[in-house]
């Protein structure tokens, strides 16, 4: 449900909230070409301060980049801030209460873009720990599930090694719901290098299955970036 909140009422938010700082009292009727293109310009600078937010948000979620969403989220913000010094250019003589609006609500669309992408960054913290323990079980297929084939595939020793690599990345992971998908992954890799000691594919056959479950809780947890 944050999540939700987070990918489309806060854009949206944004977006009304730079509409009240930088189109407020335009006209659209009765003014010349010239006028019209510049006030179409300012609602631009609206949906481009939306559309950066979506995408800020976006990418500070889950395993998401901070640098791509810092860059988005500063790209949101100046468009807010300019359509605003625009507006005050194209309306020098707004009244005193409607510049005291546009102003507010155009700093409370910068903030609201800080606060949201820093607060869904912090969010994000687990997923960023889990990611190690999410390429390990990517590639550990011929881990996972058994071979049924008479000497062939990995050995003991291997197991007990993948085991022990995917229980210390998954106490890496410590927070949000990705630290009890990742304690779950560590318990069943020991379990499957257990299953493998004492050859009994049927055990570990399952044990697999329920393994993948559970990274598929954790991708579901933690999706990529959309």
């Known amino acids: ?124 913290k687990g997923c960023r720990q889990a990611q190690p323990l999410v390429q390990s079980s990517r590639a550990s297929s011929g881990l996972i599930l058994p071979s049924f084939a008479a000497n062939q595939g990995p050995t003991v020793g291997d197991f007990n090694e993948w085991a022990k690599v995917i229980d210390e990345q998954a106490k890496q992971v410590t927070s949000g719901k990705a630290a009890e998908h990742a304690r779950r992954l560590g318990d069943l890799a020991g379990q499957i290098a257990d299953a493998e000691r004492t050859n009994d594919k049927g055990r570990h056959a399952m044990l697999g299955v329920q393994y993948y479950d559970e990274l598929k809780g954790l991708l579901m947890t933690c999706p990529p970036p959309r």
Do not use: C
């Open 1 to 124: 449900m944050t999540e939700e909140i987070t990918a489309y009422v806060v854009p949206a938010l944004v977006a009304v909230l730079a509409a009240a700082g930088t189109t407020i009292g335009i006209q659209f009727r009765d003014v010349d070409a010239y006028e019209r293109r510049r006030g179409f310009w300012q609602w631009l600078l609206v949906l481009l301060a939306a559309l950066a937010t979506l995408g800020a948000t976006n990418s500070a979620s889950g395993a998401g980049s901070l640098l791509e969403a810092s860059l988005l989220s500063v790209l949101a913000m100046a468009a807010v801030i300019l359509g605003h010094v625009m507006w005050r250019r194209r309306v020098p003589d707004a009244e005193p209460r409607t510049q005291r609006l546009a102003v507010a609500a155009s700093a409370l669309a910068v903030v609201v873009v800080a606060a949201s992408v820093t607060f869904t960054y912090i969010s994000g």
